[in-house]
């Protein structure tokens, strides 16, 4: 029995055990980030305060307040955990090795031995990265950018930064991997009759983001790779003299721009598949709403220089990357048009996920249009590395997935664990998340407006951000309601898991193939091979409803004639 | 509580602050629209309405216009922003050309490294890092409405010239030197902080602008000039870390 | 047997997926070199006077160039035995991978001539850039080249064993792509580092 577990834990052949895997750490990460920003949120909003009840005990050097050697470290780790260990085991790691056989009717992704690949080599890199914190001189602490020098080991030694660049090789590498597995699946395993424009747009975010990781991931390797070397070996790739820095910026950028889409083309996927099923209607659109994901995947390496352009690029060089980053702007404004198209006279039911749904459409174009000013080249002098930028990329990638991956687990977990989650609970969840975000992440707008930059230890040290320490104040306040809010979630999460509802097959009454079979799916996901009939969002056709007498059919169904 | 841009003291800064107004003029109210109809969508549609199939087509008019208008105008936006930033860079912020020609051009140095500002003024023979250059630390002092260029390297990592109330910043890069140009319309003093994580005294990396009136500048400098003269050491080459002006500094 | 639709076995489409996940991998592994090359590109642009620095020699294309011949050769080497197994002769892609085998070992050994003449020309990690690139880039190049070798001294042996049919060889045709790979990555690394 307990080798059996074993096998299972350790060797499962089930994409669906992977992906719970995946989920865990996932779970896991988010909660050690999570605490890393309310102890930045600490010194932010009381600089120089001891922390309440962990003070002493985190930092016993002092009187117990965050020390700016620590406050590096935790803004650096915050970035790194969030991004590679939170939301990419979520969003590219957990939901896609979950959904995509389902969703596309076959039994198993394709290699089902890359899977497990893929997750020892993300756990290995967990291991690193959570080693890096017990080394003398503790963990990276140059930002989850690394520029160099100032991550060379001359800024930085200690082996901490060298174990997080490391650690970065095999989150890359595990990447990379599922990635293969993701864009084979999708292309060689689908089921009879589903063709491409009749996926999921779920499937298709998946699929455009892990293009992407297979793409990209490789640059920031040799980016990592030649740190490591000039850490490690002596080599002056990026060193101050005899070396070139901002060749560092190049690599890494032209990773992390298509990074932050890798991120969001999931959630961008799931939110216009739930607008559709919760307004019992098609997506508005799909086809122009899959040209748009695939233009903003086809541009987004083209884009990264905007991350540098206070960094003396050539002026016509910088103009290209300003010309890009707007035009990227054009089929973005397009996906939340789309969605609010999709709502336009349909029937909504607001249940948890489309709460979150919607929630996303607005914390995104609030995200998407402050991006605006970014690139613009000459707003970008007084913008850039404020912390305008952070609220940016928070409503974007924080609010945007974080609100996106609850839309997603709160409708597929009935799917992924069999049971179902508190709907009442997850209201709140939700009321309390998303003004929690708006109004936390409209803090860094509001004060990277006022011109306060990223990344201070104590930003009142500099006179002219005083008059900005109350709204430091507040936003720190609210950060911590957000963070106790998110308590629902967990309880509920934990409470259903153990005592929820049984789950039916299809509660929430749609036709995408992973609501046909049972919840959760047995081992080979469908007890013969579906036969695809029609689209994902065969929603109130009046045919169906004369036939069938309901709203929905299933991809796979038959009509009777 | 504070909400507003920091004071403005520079002649070109008030061209991001009306692209900023624009962005805003532009993008509040389609966040406002786009709430209202996530609202008005879930009260008017509701459980009880049926949903209009239109298969996912294009067939009603109403919103499909609404949308098209919303993405002309950001669209309208964007291409206006681009424009007016070209022309902003190109003519005014980085229009060191203009500035390299421009007898009043005061020159400066600054050497940024872990943590502080070094400035350098060439002094009255005119070249930098000779025995009558003016060097300062965390002490810019410039005069009132007259063209500063700054040329700026750094010795250890990369840092950034910042100055809030004159709009601008620029990364510093060791083993290169960038440029930083403006003018300022009011005399006092402004603060330059550190936009580059540095390490752990970014956040004390702070140093003064002083903008002088032109009398108490040319006082100011011919002072500090002797006194450099003055205490003059050969033998202290870390002292010298001046360069010749770059007047074409290698880009990227 | 119906010529009118093709067949594909459940082992064919199999392979097909195999080979398609080869590629979609391959693909990742040439931006890899991509993003070698691009950072060596940079650097090299950004590099203040002359490249290599004053002082310090070239690496002399003769050596190089006979290392990417080796690697070309090795790799039609890999396609003629893929084609001759298709055509069921077994014998024939064991001749191959031997030929194979030794323009791989032939090549590793002629890095080795190259990183001698870099580092008789007095050059060491620690100076100027040109060394430790053109160590970083060529290594790359030489363990990818070395994985290759391996893996064909495996479908060697077990080609020998007599494994392969003109119905089963898909491990010959995935590692033939990959020699294939390797062997366009020689050839650009040669035109950048070694001529441009």
Known sequence: MSLGFARRVLFPSDHKDVARQFFWAGLGFLLVAGCFAMLIRWQLGFPGQPVPAVGKLLFPAGRGEVPPASYMKLFTMHGVLMIFFALSPILNGALPVFLIPLMIGASNLAFPWLTRISFWAFALASVLALASFFVPLGTAASGWTAYPPLSSNVGMPGAGQTLVLVSLLFVGLSSILGGVNTVTTVIRSRAPGMGYFRLPLTVWGFFLAAILNVLFFPVIGVAVLLDILDRTLGTQFFAAAGGDPIAYQHLFWIFGHPEVYILILPVWGIVGDLLAFFSRKPAFFYRGTVMSLIAITGLSALVYGHHMFVAGLSPMLGKAFMTFSLLISLPSELLVLSWLNTLWKGSIRLATPMLFALGVVLVFAIGGLTGIYLGTMSVDLYLHDSLWVVGHFHFTLSAASLLGAFAGLYFWFPKMFGRCLDERLGKLHFWITLPGVILVFGGLLLAGYGGQQRRLYNPFALAYNQPLQTLGMLTSLFAYALFMGQLVFVFNFFWSLWAGAPAADNPWEVGTLEWSTRSPPPAGNFASAPRVERGPHELSDPEVQQKLGRDWIGQAESLPR | ?252 | MSELLPYRSQRQLQDDTAMLGWLVFLASWTMLFAAALFAYGVLRLGAPGAWPSPGLGRVPPGVPALATLALIAAAAAMQAGWSRIGRGRPLELSAALILALLFGLLFLGLEVVVWRQLALAVIHLRDSLYGPLVYAVTGLLALHAAIGVAATATLLVRSVDGEYSAARHLAVKLWTFYWHFVAAMGIVVFGVLFWA
């Not at chain 2, 070209?86 to 229009?95: A, S, T």
């Not at chain 2, 050497?111 to 005119?126: L, S």
């Not at chain 2, 930098?128 to 040329?151: M, S």
């Not at chain 2, 970014?202 to 450099?228: C, F, I, P, T």
């Open chain 2, 1 to 252: 509580m504070h909400f507003g841009l920091p004071h403005d003291a520079s002649l070109d800064g008030f061209r991001i602050d009306r692209l900023i107004a624009l962005g805003a003029a532009v993008q509040i109210p389609i966040v406002i629209i786009l709430t209202l109809w996530l609202i008005a969508s879930s009260v008017l549609w509701g459980r009880r309405h049926p949903a209009v199939s239109d298969r996912g087509s294009l067939r009603h008019r109403a919103p499909l216009v609404l949308s098209l208008l919303v993405l002309v105008l950001l669209a309208a936006l964007d291409a206006v922003s681009w424009v007016q930033s070209n022309r902003d860079l190109d003519q005014h912020f980085w229009n060191f050309g203009a500035a390299e020609g421009d007898p009043r051009t005061v020159r400066l140095e600054v050497n940024a490294h872990q943590w502080a500002w070094a400035a350098r003024y060439a002094g009255p023979d005119g070249r930098f890092n000779t025995g009558d250059d003016a060097v300062t630390l965390d002490d810019l002092r410039v005069p009132v409405d007259t063209p500063i260029l700054i040329e700026l390297t750094s010795t250890d990592v990369i840092h950034d010239f910042y100055l809030p109330n004159f709009r601008l910043k620029q990364d510093v890069i060791p083993g290169r030197v960038t440029r930083v140009l403006f003018t300022a319309t009011e005399t006092g003093e402004f603060e330059i902080a550190c936009s580059q994580h540095c390490g752990v005294n970014h956040y004390k990396m702070r140093g003064l602008l002083r903008v002088l009136s032109q009398e108490d500048y040319r006082r100011w400098l011919q002072l500090a000039s002797a006194n450099s003269q003055a205490s003059y050491d050969p033998a202290d080459s870390a002292a010298h870390w001046g360069w010749d002006w770059q007047r074409e500094p290698a880009g990227s």
